[in-house]
């Protein structure tokens, strides 16, 4: 069903999503721990160990299913849970909207810490060609695959980062906005989309490209991440 060169994209593939999903999720946590809130320390939650995260359909089975269609390789690890009525309800919405925003910044520092190591690695490699120590196999080989592996992770870190910030419920940006929501009415409303934010996801990622040959959210990923990307590797 999988060649060997599949099963070890889809590994990769997984495995950096995962990496870069983990610490997301436990800087919520985190944060939310900070502002007194400790369900996702009581949940053992603040922790970097995988099996603490992973998410049995969501970590394993659709990676699987993805691979199995010849797409590209996604995956998600399990929401790390909080209770917004243990933060001071004269700063709840503020509180909200800092756990929610956690997440995004710690894919943006493990981004610019990858683009970091990433620069490094390639100044090596360049010494490397230069003196001829990495000119010939497997030592070049071996270069190409580190360089592809870090630059990949900086780009999951980067599209996890602005996906997770677009203001539609479930996803972190909902939450980073709703203090703009100033009475309790609004925000109910606003809420209340939650219920058909994955329809509409499915819309979005799917059957729009599908029927009309236009990828709205590929565009704007395109123009956020992806000129992120191109700012930090120095494309």
């Not at 602005?162 to 972190?172: A, E, Q």
């Not at 058909?196 to 029927?211: D, E, G, Q, S, T």
Request: overall charge positive; glycine content about 8%; proline content about 8%.
């Amino acid at each position: 069903m999988f060649s060997t060169s599949r099963i070890i994209t889809i590994l990769i593939s997984v495995g950096l999503v995962m990496l870069s999903a983990i610490p997301h999720e436990v800087a919520h946590g985190w944060m939310a721990n900070r502002l007194g809130d400790p369900t996702a320390k009581r949940a053992g939650r603040l922790t970097l160990n995988p099996a603490a995260h992973i998410d049995p359909f969501g970590s394993v089975i659709l990676p699987l299913i993805m691979g199995a269609f010849g797409g590209p390789i996604f995956a998600y690890a399990k929401p790390v849970p909080y209770n917004p009525m243990n933060f001071d309800p004269k700063t709840r919405n503020r509180d909200e909207a800092l756990v929610a925003l956690a997440g995004p910044v710690c894919n943006l520092l493990q981004a610019l810490a990858g683009a970091a190591v990433w620069r490094l690695a390639f100044w090596g490699f360049n010494s490397g060609l230069t003196s001829g120590t990495l000119a010939i196999d497997p030592w070049y080989n071996v270069a190409y695959w580190v360089l592809t592996i870090l630059s990949t992770y900086v780009y999951v870190n980067l599209m996890l980062m602005c996906f997770n910030l677009i203001p539609l419920p479930p996803l972190d940006g909902s939450k980073v906005i709703s203090p703009l929501f100033r009475s309790e009415r609004s925000r109910r409303a606003y809420y209340r989309v939650q219920q058909y934010a994955m329809p509409i996801l499915i819309v979005v990622l799917y059957l729009i490209p599908y029927a009309f040959g236009v990828d709205p959210l590929g565009w704007v990923l395109d123009s956020t991440a992806g000129s992120l990307f191109d700012l930090l590797m120095g494309a």
